[in-house]
């Protein structure tokens, strides 16, 4: 049996776990990807982050973090939550592969990015992109692509698309662009980026080679052809919370209730990162949180 166990290994995760690690405890952590990170790894360039490299990736940023965890010696297995006991005293948790027990659990699985329900992505000879412009973008290059969506994380990589490809488009449902000034004002003043607005994205033409795309106005109906010629489309609308498998904890609208420990209602049992409900959702609140977390369940353990 573990001290702690700590689900998902993206940034709130891995820092839960050496905090933990940091103070003698014996600490496993499970993640269902082959990769570490969790959503940081669609990330093109980090921003904002205090302490981050110039022009540092996503997985690159992981991948540091990865390094402490590894050079910590912390136990880590990959496989998918199937469900969990976690009201006991004994905290049980089943992958696929096996069965784990602790006396305290750290949730960190972070939130799934949402897909386009009128877009059957299986259909692609090459699958419709999710998030992960930057791994991708050598393919596109002398091409026109597309990115739905209008947060600051799909601003910043339509920003880094038009660098690297023909032409973007990007697909927005509001009236206008609302993301921060940051992003906005060089969109706005980009010869390369045009920005569709009150639209949604309603029709593939050819699923085996994105020769173009359809797009209708929501308001006036009027419908417009983009050619894309063997390009891509970039989806970023949005995320929901990875607790289908939180079934004894409280949730408010998917996201786990926590207090300012990072606590839930169950004892011993806390939710860190994305996965927990808050207002701001960045990797300096996701660390923030992990830390939290992995001192304050060592307190708890005797």
């Not at 022009?55 to 940023?61: H, N, V």
């Not at 799909?154 to 206008?176: D, N, Q």
């Not at 010869?191 to 006036?220: A, F, G, M, P």
């Not at 919370?241 to 990072?262: A, F, H, V």
Request: glycine fraction near 6%; charge should be neutral.
């Amino acid at each position: 049996m573990y001290d702690i166990i700590v689900v998902g290994a993206g940034v709130a995760g891995m820092s839960s776990a050496i905090y933990a690690k940091s103070r003698g405890k014996n600490v496993l952590l499970i993640e269902k990807e082959s990769f570490v990170g969790g959503t940081i790894q669609n990330i093109s360039t980090v921003t904002h982050y205090a302490g981050v490299l110039n022009d540092e990736s996503g997985p690159e940023l992981a991948k540091r973090i990865w390094k402490q965890v590894k050079e910590m010696d912390i136990e880590i297995v990959q496989g998918n939550i199937l469900d969990a006991n976690l009201s006991g005293d004994t905290k049980e948790i089943r992958t696929d592969k096996d069965c784990y027990q602790a006396k305290v659990v750290i949730i960190a699985t972070g939130t799934i990015q949402n897909e386009l329900s009128n877009i059957n992505k299986s259909k692609f000879k090459y699958p419709i992109a999710l998030h992960n412009s930057f791994e991708q973008v050598e393919q596109y290059k002398d091409k026109c692509v597309c990115v739905v969506g209008g947060s600051d994380g799909a601003a910043k990589e339509a920003l880094y698309l038009a660098k690297k490809t023909k032409k973007v488009y990007m697909i927005i449902l509001e009236k206008e662009l609302s993301c921060i000034e940051q992003f906005k004002n060089p969109i706005m003043n980009s010869n390369t980026i045009e920005v569709i607005t009150d639209s949604s994205l309603s029709e593939v033409d050819n699923y085996e080679r994105l020769e173009s795309i359809k797009v209708i106005n929501n308001s006036n109906k009027e419908e417009r052809i983009i050619p894309l010629s063997g390009g891509q489309i970039f989806i970023y609308i949005g995320s929901h919370p990875s607790t289908q498998w939180c079934k004894e904890i409280e949730l408010e609208n998917g996201y786990i209730k926590t207090n300012t420990n990072m606590e839930t209602n169950l004892p011993n049992v806390y939710a860190v990162g994305d996965v927990r409900v808050k207002k701001v959702r960045q990797i300096s609140t996701a660390v923030a949180d992990g830390t939290i977390a992995g001192i304050q369940a060592t307190m708890k353990i005797k």
